[in-house]
């Protein structure tokens, strides 16, 4: 089982970035396909970007393909993804998933652990 806890996130002006971070307690990290998702007040849950067990497949939402960048490090347990450019709708709560399977996904279903989730607000 993983825990994961994100941080990074914060206000930022439109067109700067941030950087956020989910660590993971698990000693099998490795073996975990990662996601990104973001859940903005009044909407659903959506993807944001996945990553794959090596960091050598990566899959962005439309919305943040160019702007925002996921990257992993397996030997501290962490995942980042890099925004930049960032606009005011990308102000959400940001969540790290873990899944199980193998390849990566861009449904939430399909994810077996979640963090806490970040705040990042984008000001205009």
């Known amino acids: 089982q993983a825990q994961l806890v994100e941080s990074g996130g914060g206000l930022v002006q439109a067109g700067g970035s941030l950087r956020l971070s989910c660590a993971a307690s698990s000693r099998t990290f490795n073996s975990y396909a990662m996601g990104w998702f973001r859940q903005a007040p009044g909407k659903e849950r959506e993807f944001v970007a996945a990553i794959g067990r090596s960091g050598g497949w990566t899959y962005y939402a439309d919305s943040v393909k160019g702007r925002f960048t996921i990257s992993r490090d397996n030997a501290k347990n962490t995942v980042y993804p890099q925004m930049n450019s960032l606009k005011p709708e990308d102000t959400a709560v940001y969540y790290c998933?873990?899944?199980?399977?193998?390849?990566?996904?861009?449904?939430?279903?399909?994810?077996?652990?979640w963090g806490q989730g970040t705040q990042v607000t984008v000001s205009a």
């Open positions: 998933a873990a899944r199980t399977s193998t390849g990566i996904d861009d449904r939430a279903r399909s994810y077996d652990y």
